[in-house]
């Protein structure tokens, strides 16, 4: 086996980051205007749920935290939102590895149910 060089290593990790970033950037726009449509939508319909009057109050409050993220993700870029990533696992570290773990689980789920088919 050959051994890579840490430079060569070093660049190609710095790539892939450049190139992941990229792609978080160019989706940005697309997934902000989908979860406004999102907000408009639950905010459009939420006085028409049946359950009385808290139901429609999670349902506002639901759209007005769609509207808020589609506006985070319009006004910030990748490397930002990754700052506030790193921020929030930093200052929450037992969440965040729940988080993980459940996300960890459904993505393991998602991949194992697609093989069997």
Same mark, same amino acid.
């Given at each position: 086996m050959? +051994?890579?060089?840490?430079l060569d290593l070093k660049e190609s990790m710095s790539d892939i980051a450049r190139t992941a970033t990229q792609t978080? !950037?160019?989706?940005?726009? %697309?997934?902000? +205007?989908?979860?406004?449509?999102?907000?408009s939508a639950?905010? !459009?319909?939420?006085?028409?749920?049946p359950g009385g009057p808290k139901v429609q109050q999670f349902a506002h409050?639901?759209? !007005?935290?769609l509207n808020t993220t589609a506006d985070?993700?319009?006004?910030?870029d990748a490397k930002h939102m990754l700052a506030d990533v790193k921020?929030?696992?930093?200052?929450?570290p037992g969440p965040s590895l729940v988080i993980a773990a459940a996300f960890g689980f459904v993505l393991g789920r998602a991949? %194992?149910?697609d093989q069997g088919r």
């Open positions: 050959s +051994e890579r060089n840490p978080v !950037d160019d989706g940005r726009k %697309t997934a902000a +205007e989908r979860l406004g449509s999102a907000a639950v905010r !459009d319909r939420a006085d028409q749920l409050a639901a759209a !007005d935290r985070y993700m319009r006004s910030h921020g929030v696992v930093k200052n929450n991949f %194992t149910r």
